[in-house]
């Protein structure tokens, strides 16, 4: 039997790592092919990686955010792709730069419609934001794991904030417990 645990899929992680050392981005963007600078639009010169696909932001100070990625293993392909670029062009990196996951977001569907007025009540006013001429999802903070989740009327959710990728069927086991404790599942 399959539940809406069964239904997460990855749709973004952000990591950060870094060079430990100041970047010419103007150079940069001449000698890596593809790359987007624009510094009047953006403080960073954005790469973007085919396979895994992904974007890197590389900033003056050696910091790099890969964002658009689906796994973790995609980040680390990404940024070793990166690395290897940099490396070409003569610029020191470490064999193993030391990447930190930000966040990560996946979306699931607990299979019910959601009475959002009801759950915004029952979650607790304290955890919870609901206004639905401004947004017609439901935001929840949850503290175990350390997420917000946005809940709407379709059953369908958004699990974000969490830092490894089974926060996210830890959190999505945890709000169906909430919500079938309350009555409010289907």
Known sequence: ????????EIQNVVASTGIGQELDLEALADDLPGADFNPDNFPGLVYRTQDPKAAALIFRS???VCTGAKSIDDVH?????IFDKLRELQIPVDDEPEITVQNIVSSADLGHNLN????????GLEDVEYEPEQFPGLVYRMDEPKVVILLFGSGKIVITGGKRTDDAE???????ERIDALGLLG
């Open 116 to 123: 959002l007025n009801a759950l915004a009540i029952g979650l």
């Open 1 to 8: 039997m399959s539940g809406p645990a069964d239904s997460i």
């Open 170 to 176: 830890t959190a999505v086991e945890e709000i169906v």
């Open 62 to 64: 050696g910091k790099i």
């Open 77 to 81: 392909d990404a940024l070793e792709i």
